[in-house]
Every structure is written in structure tokens, then in C-alpha cells.
């Protein structure tokens, strides 16, 4: 069994390693259009608020079921 040192690349092992040198270049390129993009996105409500099942007094409303944004 011939014992290969890990800090040489052999040929056949370069063009990996070059693969993933420019992809991680790519990725590095567009990361700052990603996150303006998604900081453009519109926030979308999914969800009815919270205040749309509570009653005066502060209790849920009887039949009431599901996600509710408690953001409001």
C-alpha cells in the first residue's frame, strides 16, 4: 500500500478543486444581489391577526383554530 501525503494533489485531483474555486467565486458574486433581493420582497401576512379571535375581555373566541400574527 503506497502512502500518499494529503497536502499533494494529484492530477487527477485538481479539476475538483478548481470546480469548486470558481463556484465559490460564483456564489461569492451573486450572494449580495440575493439579499437585496430579499430585502425588496414584500412581507406577505399568511396569517389573520391575533386580534381577530380575542373578545373584549381578552379571551379566544369559541370555535377559533389555526396561526394567528401576534405581531399586531
Known amino acids: 500500500m503506497q ?7 494529484r492530477a487527477d485531483q485538481t479539476r ?6 470558481r ?3 460564483l456564489l461569492l ?3 449580495p444581489e440575493l439579499a437585496q433581493a ?7 401576512r399568511t ?3 391575533v386580534s381577530t ?4 375581555d381578552g379571551t ?3 370555535g377559533a383554530n389555526g396561526s394567528f400574527d401576534a405581531t399586531d
Open 3 to 9: 502512502h500518499v501525503s494529503p497536502l499533494v494533489l
Open 16 to 21: 475538483p478543486l478548481h470546480f469548486y474555486t
Open 23 to 25: 463556484l465559490l467565486g
Open 29 to 31: 458574486t451573486l450572494l
Open 38 to 44: 430579499q430585502a425588496q420582497a414584500p412581507a406577505t
Open 47 to 49: 396569517a389573520p391577526p
Open 53 to 56: 379571535i380575542l373578545l373584549p
Open 60 to 62: 379566544v373566541r369559541t
